[in-house]
């Protein structure tokens, strides 16, 4: 059985979750740069996670050409048989990227994916037909391979044996505090090829092949990102890995609040607590104006605000301090408090003009499997993505708020003034006649009959837990909608239809 990696390859082709910096195409076998960008990548100067090598596939402008050169299978033999012997001889330490083939339009390509490595910085040959040629650093300056000098060498060379954290074996746990189970959804989830042969591989093969186990084969560990993403409880290695959302209804001096505590997997406590956050404690407006058709429309706080905020502090905090991630939400704000605050090369005056750009990750590992699981774009979008959102809702502006030292960072979104006493009489809250303004927007998408990802693509909402209960669920009770087969609820060929009624409040609405 070909091997595969645990990538989504339309997204490695499209640069759909994958940076184009983190990818090198190549056309065809070119031993000496394809060595290049293989230091290159295990050197991780930005910290990203390292990056693949598309042999096979050539480019033009930072995109792929498709349909691909292609490589025959003599080929691809040959050349991995090659990459052995680069791995041990032509760069130092050794090291050795794993590699899978794909058909991509009725062609073979080769994939080389290579992670940051641990016993960085790594050098290569310059030239590899002359046996007396120099060694050199090498580093991804955007979407090029180039060799590193002056300050960037210095800094690489600083980076000795600095692996991290995230990134780095956990030797007080072993392979059966991974869940196959959680690695073999994740797969699925993100669409990944590996998927199918997943189920025949032990916990740490596959393990392995996701990069999330290492160590020689007769002492293997399961590294901190695997334990994060793929135990059912990570805390019980790393303390106050959680998320606390606390409700104020009186504000903070007063005597009532509500608390809900999220553990478990990152990936999934992210989710549950955005949708826990959405269920519970986001309302829409709706106010209807005498001078004009438009009905005016707002959120307390818009929910892609909440989820950058939230996904945020997941990425960037730290998982060696004993100190939760607390939302907390008052009448006046929300707010997202973790630790420890950014980098000190980041200027505060830039964080909140939506200009700073971290030069280095933290996390470089979880940041992948989120951006892998669509809950994060990377590469420093989500504070200019808040700020957005936030105007186009009409709120506040968010402030963004660090101490001195960077000890903690802490995210205010205001409550829309809509929803702090100056809105006038004539609003009716989230209801307009007997129709919210969630099921108002699912009946204006309707067409024919359309399945529930199809209806909640066309919403651009993420989430199904909140478009089921805000959206889907409400306009079924009300009669707006029907099931094609209401026999069978969970059918996987269920869709939905206007019902008479459906309609006729559509026809009345336009009117």
């Not at 120099?134 to 060379?157: C, I």
């Not at 399961?222 to 606390?244: M, R, S, Y």
């Amino acid at each position: 059985m070909t091997p595969k990696l645990p990538i989504n390859l339309d997204s490695l082709l499209r640069h759909r979750t994958i940076e184009s910096e983190r990818v090198e195409y190549k056309t065809g076998w070119n031993p000496e740069a394809v060595l290049h960008g293989i230091c290159a990548f295990a050197n991780d100067f930005h910290n990203l996670g390292g990056g693949y090598v598309v042999v096979g596939v050539g480019e033009q402008d930072g995109q792929p050409v498709l349909p691909p050169a292609g490589l025959q299978p003599a080929q691809i033999d040959s050349i991995q048989k090659e990459l052995l012997n680069l791995g041990n001889a032509a760069i130092q330490p050794p090291y050795h990227p794993l590699t899978a083939t794909y058909e991509v339009q009725g062609k073979l390509i080769l994939v080389l994916w290579v992670p940051g490595g641990e016993t960085r910085p790594y050098k290569a040959r310059i030239r590899l037909g002359d046996k007396k040629s120099d060694w050199a650093f090498y580093l991804r300056k955007h979407t090029s391979t180039v060799r590193a000098k002056g300050a960037d060498e210095r800094e690489l060379l600083s980076l000795a044996a600095t692996v991290p954290f995230d990134d780095r074996y956990r030797q007080g746990a072993s392979l059966t505090d991974l869940s196959p189970h959680l690695m073999r959804e994740f797969l699925q989830e993100i669409g990944s090829e590996l998927t199918a042969e997943a189920a025949t591989l032990d916990t740490e093969a596959l393990g392995r092949r996701m990069n999330v186990v290492g160590g020689p084969a007769e002492m293997a560990f399961p590294k901190n990102v695997g334990l994060l993403f793929f135990n059912e409880h990570p805390e019980q290695f790393f303390p106050a890995t959680q998320i606390d959302v606390v409700y104020f209804p009186d504000g903070p001096g007063g005597d009532r609040f509500e608390e809900k505590e999220f553990r478990g997997p990152l990936g999934r406590i992210a989710r549950d607590a955005v949708d826990y956050i959405a269920r519970n404690y986001l309302k829409e407006t709706v106010i209807k104006h005498p001078d004009r058709p438009q009905a005016e429309r707002f959120w307390n706080y818009p929910l892609a605000a909440i989820e950058e905020a939230v996904v945020n502090a997941v990425y960037h905090r730290s998982y060696e301090i004993r100190e939760p991630i607390e939302v907390r939400i008052t009448p006046e704000e929300l707010m997202v408090l973790s630790f420890p605050g950014p980098d000190r090369s980041i200027r505060m005056e830039d964080l909140q003009a939506g200009r700073a750009v971290s030069r280095r990750y933290r996390n470089r590992r979880i940041g992948e499997f989120l951006k892998e699981l669509d809950l994060t774009e990377g590469r420093s979008t989500g504070i200019p993505k808040i700020l957005r959102v936030m105007r186009a809702n009409g709120s506040p502006a968010p402030v963004f708020e660090s101490d001195d030292e960077r000890s903690s960072f802490l995210i205010r979104l205001p409550v829309h003034e809509g929803f702090a006493g100056e809105v006038t009489p004539e609003v009716t809250g989230e209801v307009t006649g007997e129709v919210t303004g969630e099921v108002e927007r699912l009946l204006g998408v309707m067409e024919g009959e359309m399945k529930r990802t199809e209806i909640q693509a066309a919403l651009a909402l993420k989430h199904e837990d909140h478009f089921r209960e805000a959206y889907l669920r409400p306009a079924l009770d009300e009669g707006f909608i029907e099931m094609t087969i209401p026999d069978k609820p969970r059918s996987r060929l269920q869709k939905y239809r206007l019902t008479g009624k459906g309609k006729a409040w559509l026809q009345e609405r336009q009117k």
